[in-house]
């Protein structure tokens, strides 16, 4: 059973243009949705993360739009660049539960385009 | 801040071998570390949770005597491949909560590539 659906698989984005990459959970017990960018050979690095108490927060060209009643979360990537390329994670956890392992998306492989 | 090193980086081992990773928590303390297995293009395969002081749990599907983990210190835990084969050939990577508030935040090493000769 996975609990948290990310879509697209892929994706192809003109440079200064918008990435947007969704998921939906299925668990009302998750309380914390983060985001992680992942580079070929790398581990993954923390991007920008949400709780549900917010519906959107930003950080520089990334935001994260939350909609708690769809059970849905999404990252949108302004002015895209090439250096944006990489692959991106959605995860989600528990409440209060610093503990417990995030429970990871399948993960959507951005390519921006010159 | 939060810094969590891997060590080694990459790893070849012949077949029967057994390898030990170990994962640090660099500029803070982590009672709790988990291990993950990566495939290419794929996701992040969840393998165990390490708690300082006390044995793993382990997911299903994970051979506990095969993937011994060890979590002495609360900035250092160790996964040993043990009679490693070229199927275990995968990339390794570990993550530490860091406990901030209520920000509990995860933290990812920057991964262990195995190669099983």
């Known amino acids: 059973q996975q609990q948290v659906k990310q879509s697209p698989q892929s994706l192809i984005v003109q440079k200064g243009g918008i990435s947007i990459i969704n998921c939906a959970y299925e668990n009302t017990a998750f309380d914390y949705f983060p985001w992680y960018q992942q580079f070929p050979g790398k581990g993954p690095a923390l991007l920008i993360a949400i709780r549900p108490d917010v519906s959107e927060k930003k950080e520089g060209r990334f935001t994260i739009s939350f909609n708690k009643s769809a059970k849905q979360f999404s990252l949108h990537i302004m002015d895209s660049q090439p250096g944006d390329s990489a692959t991106y994670f959605c995860?989600?956890?528990?409440?209060?539960?610093?503990?417990?392992?995030?429970?990871f998306g399948k993960g959507t492989r951005l390519s921006v385009i010159a | 801040g939060a810094v969590v090193s891997q060590h080694p980086s990459r790893v070849i081992c012949k077949s029967g071998t057994s390898v030990k990773i170990e994962c640090r928590s660099l500029d803070f303390q982590a009672t709790t570390m988990f291990w993950y297995r990566q495939f290419p293009k794929k996701s992040l395969m969840l393998m165990a949770t390490s708690n300082e002081g006390s044995k793993a749990t382990y997911e299903q599907g994970v051979e506990k005597d095969k993937f011994l983990i060890n979590h002495a210190s609360l900035t250092l835990s160790t996964l040993t491949v043990t009679s490693a084969h070229p199927e275990d050939s995968s990339f390794y990577i570990c993550?530490?909560?860091?406990?901030?508030?209520?920000?509990?935040?995860?933290?990812f090493g920057p991964g262990t590539r195995l190669t099983v000769l």
């Open positions: 995860a989600a956890r528990g409440r209060n539960s610093g503990n417990t392992p995030l429970v």
């Open positions: 993550s530490a909560a860091r406990l901030a508030g209520v920000s509990n935040e995860q933290f």
